[in-house]
């Protein structure tokens, strides 16, 4: 057997484990059989990173795990949430042995229903996730924690990530007063390999010990931003470039007196970009953006309100130049209303990335949340850790009028899923009352599924005040990759004979 017989093999076998089978028919005898659409079958396995949540004593974090229920997968299925030095060996080198005494955080068993688990303290490990068969398309996982008192004390919220090669985070800090840490997790065998870069409002900033950091396998490793530099700047992007392996990365925003919370990676660079759910009660919005290829960009900003696409006055648009980060401050854009920011280029279309600063509150009572540029929800999105009270559910279509579907899951202790269809009018936002299941018991999920029309952004803020603090934590949705196309194979037997 040659190599290209063993390559169709090995390519053919691949596909199968990923996405459960490749169909073979039988070819036209009249040599007319062409090949057939791909088909969207569930994707049977899937991976998640959780970061350390907290250092803070006073830490009380909460992981919730949902998998909506999704037509086409089969009976069976397990997943399970386990501190990333469990997935390591033990001290005769095997793993599997290692892995049966690890407790797991978190086990869910049926797609459909959150399941949740708390932690207190400062001590809780970084998370590796794996769900399969039923339970792996549109597995997610929230990572919610809520500190007293301290540097980023309020809400801090994150969705728990695939791993991969490359990130950009604009909107982290070394200025006097914030800690950023960047958290690089490694669920695998292997030891990573990273570069972190850090660029500011003149360009790239010099520094050899971001090079080449070692990420053990199945580990996680704090990178103080501070340390990387002995530069103090308000507004900076920092790319984590993977150079082997692949880790999930995050980034922690403390702030001594404005709280903190998760900054997330920033959507793949693009011309156009929606940065959805900025909360009606914002007291100060402040956009950050880089962009990465050689050429200057200029963008057109506008705020999607729930009346349509108006200009911000004195902010009509934003340069930003090549290798450079680039900051404006918004104030209270809001005003009042539901509000996403849409950036579009006003000539040359160049890739950016870009994430806002929103602070609620006033005073010494101010807290704070970040929300990056992100894809649209595309098939399907959810969020996980809703509660009846304090969830808010913004919807975005910036080009063209949507209908979309929203789904609330049973509650984790109880309580019937229950649906509404919105329409979203092109160029608005709109904060939805949504739909809260009967009966509800614990916290629940929302599912969001546009049905019609043109693109659609979504985010969910959760809100709880303590002693007037308006602690706040917002994450975008996108699309939650549960299914995979797979192209219809055609059986060739002449490939045997080469």
Not at 33 to 50: F, H
Not at 80 to 102: C, M
Not at 373 to 392: F, I, L, M, Q
Request: aromatic share 4%; hydrophobic share 35%.
């Amino acid at each position: 057997m040659n190599r290209t017989t063993l390559s169709l093999i090995a390519g053919t076998t691949a596909l199968a484990a990923v996405t459960g089978f490749a169909a073979l028919s039988t070819p036209d005898a009249a040599g007319t059989d062409t090949a057939k659409a791909a088909a969207e079958l569930p994707v049977e396995r899937t991976s998640l990173l959780c970061p350390t949540p907290s250092t803070s004593d006073l830490a009380e974090t909460s992981y919730t795990s949902f998998t909506p229920v999704t037509k086409g997968t089969g009976s069976s299925g397990k997943a399970e949430l386990l501190a990333a030095s469990a997935q390591s060996a033990d001290g005769t080198g095997d793993k599997k042995a290692s892995k049966k005494t690890a407790k797991p955080v978190l086990e869910p068993k049926e797609p459909g229903k959150p399941v949740t688990e708390d932690t207190s303290g400062g001590d809780a490990p970084a998370l590796v996730g794996v769900a399969e068969g039923k339970l792996a398309p549109g597995w997610t996982v929230q990572e919610t924690t809520e500190v007293a008192a301290g540097a980023g004390r309020g809400l801090q919220g994150v969705n728990c990530t695939a791993p991969d090669t490359d990130f950009w985070f604009p909107g982290v800090s070394t200025a006097a007063g914030r800690t950023d840490y960047v958290y690089l997790t490694n669920p695998d065998d292997s030891a990573a390999v990273v570069d972190l870069e850090l660029y500011g409002e003149d360009g790239s900033l010099k520094s050899t010990v971001g090079e080449g950091i070692t990420v053990k396998p199945h580990s996680s490793e704090p990178i103080l931003l501070s340390t990387l530099t002995g530069e103090k700047q308000t507004d900076l992007t920092v790319h984590v470039n993977v150079r082997s392996g692949r880790v999930g990365a995050a980034v922690q925003a403390l702030d001594d007196k404005l709280g903190g919370d998760w900054l997330a990676a920033a959507g793949e660079p693009a011309a156009d970009l929606v940065l959805p759910g900025i909360p009606k009660d914002a007291t100060a919005v402040r956009l950050v953006v880089f962009t990465p290829g050689g050429a200057d960009a200029d963008l057109k900003v506008q705020l999607a309100s729930p009346s349509g696409l108006i200009t911000p006055a004195g902010h009509e648009t934003v340069h930003v130049k090549a290798g450079m980060t680039s900051a404006v401050d918004l104030g209270d854009v809001t005003r009042g209303e539901a509000g996403s920011l849409v950036l579009t280029p006003t000539d040359q279309r160049v890739p950016v990335v870009a994430a806002l600063r929103v602070l609620r509150g006033k005073g010494d009572k101010q807290e704070t949340a970040f929300i990056p540029a992100t894809s649209p929800v595309g098939s399907r999105a959810s969020s996980a850790d809703n509660s009846a009270k304090g969830t808010t559910l913004s919807l975005t279509a910036p080009s063209g009028t949507a209908q979309v579907k929203v789904t609330a899951s049973a509650g984790s202790d109880g309580g019937t899923a229950v649906s509404k269809t919105y329409t979203v009018k092109a160029g608005t936002t709109q904060d939805l009352q949504a739909p809260v299941p009967s009966g509800l018991k614990g916290t629940y999920a929302l599912t969001v599924e546009p049905l019609s029309g043109g693109p659609v952004y979504a985010a969910r803020t959760l809100a709880a005040t303590r002693e007037g603090v308006p602690g706040f934590t917002v994450q975008t949705l996108a699309d939650d990759r549960g299914t995979v196309a797979v192209p219809e194979a055609d059986q060739d037997l002449s490939v045997l004979q080469k």
